[in-house]
């Protein structure tokens, strides 16, 4: 069964240092979404790609997040200089396209622990 | 600005027993509502889904979810748990302009006892 990709699947860095996620979403899924959860809460969204542009982002912190899909196909998500406050589980997720039939799936997240 | 409350964080429920998972929702049009599952330290699973039509939705594992416009809910219920139930629940609003962008409640965790 096909499934989105990401690794690591747990991450400690400390403070200040830069920290990268990878994703590799379902074959052919053109949309693919980056969200950043916090424990004991509930999935933000951070970046939207459609292809290999950037639909939505305007909940990613630019000063130190940044996110790329450069063939439109993997994604990767940095953080530089990484906070105490980005320890979180980080999602990725892809869907096919816009239909009432389609479905978003989820990775199974990296868990970063910022020390 | 679209927004989902799950007024429970927390709750216990027996082995056998029923389970109803409160959501409600507040949106400018119809909202397509969602069901997710979160088991610990995995990504999220979907349960069910509404867009429309019959406001009773029947998901995978025995869930279902009624959508209620008059009282803003599509509450998640299962009239029997399994220890397997045992997990994170989370409600969410989807956008009418793309899927997979979603608007999540902040989740409902659920104890099943022996």
Known sequence: EAE??????????EKSQAVAFWCDPISGH?????????LGQGPELLVQFQDESVVDDSQLPKDRFSAERLKGVDSTLKIQPAE??????????????????TEAFFGQGTRLTVV | AQSVTQ?????????GASLELRCNYSYGATPYLFWY?????????LLL??????????GIKGFEAEFKRSQSSFNLRKPSVHWSDAAEYFCAVGSTDSWGKFQFGAGTQVVVTP
């Open chain 1, 84 to 101: 105490l406050g980005d320890s979180a589980m980080y999602l990725c997720a892809s869907s096919d396209g816009q239909g009432l039939n």
């Open chain 1, 4 to 13: 989105v990709a990401q690794s690591p699947r747990y991450k400690i860095t």
């Open chain 2, 7 to 15: 007024p429970d964080i927390h709750i216990t429920v027996s082995e």
């Open chain 1, 30 to 38: 053109a949309t693919l979404y980056w969200y950043r959860q916090i």
């Open chain 2, 37 to 45: 599952v979160q088991s610990p330290g995995q990504g999220l699973q």
């Open chain 2, 49 to 58: 889904k509404y867009f429309s039509g019959d406001t009773l939705v029947q």
